[in-house]
């Protein structure tokens, strides 16, 4: 099935990303990261930057906790 529709790559304020269609106003809580295109380039950019699943606090959480052991 060919998808015509624009597609927005987002991220929210956790740094995990989604996509969404370019037409419809952004949920609560995300905004735009930078690439707008067809479904396949929005997915292609989140896969390229989206390189650690975890959330932004549990990342930090986990830095935090490695340092305290050195």
């Given at each position: ?21 370019a ?46 052991t050195?």
């Open positions: 099935m060919n998808d015509a529709h624009a597609y927005s790559a987002v991220i929210n304020d956790e740094e995990q990303y989604s996509i969404w269609p037409h419809l106003d952004l949920p609560e809580g995300w905004r735009k990261a930078g690439t707008e295109g067809t479904k396949a380039e929005c997915l292609a950019f989140v896969e390229e930057v989206w390189t650690d699943m975890r959330p932004a606090t549990l990342r930090a959480s986990m830095d935090r906790t490695a340092e305290g050195r």
